[in-house]
């Protein structure tokens, strides 16, 4: 969507007609499918990205920081069980798993040998022995299993699907989903099972947006959930605060305004979590772990930054340049409506010597069009600099 040089958008993308073999669909898709409906892959599971092709993101961004919306999303766990189930987890993830409570959940990040990022995600504790691994797109059950060899431990994928629901609302409709009674205790990063509707599902405070949030995970067996009526119930819950359904693309405008990466595209492969300034989610004194040998000797310098530029919408894959060298690319971008400036994610290809390095520093930014924009490098988030948003406190009657 244009109005000037706002461009409300994460990416262009080209539609083509594919099968689904060895692609998930939803199994909530027949409630939004549509003959206009676009459609992303992440993690092998069809998500929706957009309505239609012309579809305008703001009134739904409006509505994701003012209210509440319902997004299917792609989001994968893993089950790690089993008396080992710490001990492996220690041993690929730079965070503590041992001083994690049943019920909560953390950031964390898995390395290769050489300290560069494998994968990231959210881990979660269900039981003493039972941890859900909740991780970004790319393959990474066969370096679980593989690395799990000689250990008491399964990995397996227990195939649920998830639901957000994100904006200021979010908690009244999960205290109605549950008949009420929704305690003030269930914070940010907590998670536990309740009653949804009628069916029993894991519930965590987590989300891809920035805002006050939880995210529903679906159950595929023993007991399987019916998707079909949770979608149903849920939004019935949710009618008295506003609750709708939305694709992606307001979510997408969001999670930048907060600062939230996107392993693999923002997180580049070569990135070592200091270069994605992400350093204080490793845990040296935790003992070993892979690529921690690497990581003692890193540099400790920053490479990826957030981007502000007044005059144009920052695009995946743009050039950066700093006092007439090319320096290193835009990763991704979009127009803050919140801001009201363009703003996305840059990776240096060096450090800049001196005690803040690129933060701060005037840049420029080359449009498609080959016209050069002033931008300067700024630290993630963008907006909401202390990340309280998502943290607000359920008070009983709202936030």
Known sequence: MRAGRRTYYIESFDTVRLSSYRVRHSPFIERYRTDQTIYGI??????????????????????????VLLFDVPEKPLEIVGPDAARLLDRVLT????????????YGLACREDGTVLMDGVLMRLGSNRFWYVQANGDFIAWLQAHGVGLDVEVNDPDSRVLQIQGPQSLDVLNAAIGGGLSPDFRYFHAGWFEICGQTLWVSRTGWTGEV??????????????????WGDLLTCGEPFGLEFSSSSSMGIRRVESGILDNGSDIEPDLTPYGAGLGQFVKLDKGDFIGRTALVGADRRQLLFGLICPTATPQSGLQVSYQGETVGHMTIGTWSPTLDTGIGYVRFYQPLTGAEGWLGKTVTL??????????????????????QLPRAVWKGDGL
């Open 42 to 67: 992440y993690c092998n599971r069809l998500y929706p990205l957009k309505t239609a092709p012309g579809e305008d993101p703001l009134p739904n961004y409006w509505k994701l920081r003012n209210g």
């Open 95 to 106: 965070c503590r798993v041992d001083n994690l409570a049943v019920g909560r959940a953390r």
């Open 213 to 230: 949030g939880i995210e529903i995970y679906c159950n595929s067996g023993p007991e399987p959930t019916d998707h079909y009526a949770l």
């Open 366 to 387: 080359t449009d498609r069009d080959g016209a050069p924009h002033q931008a300067t490098v700024d630290t993630l988030p963008f907006t909401d600099k202390e990340k």
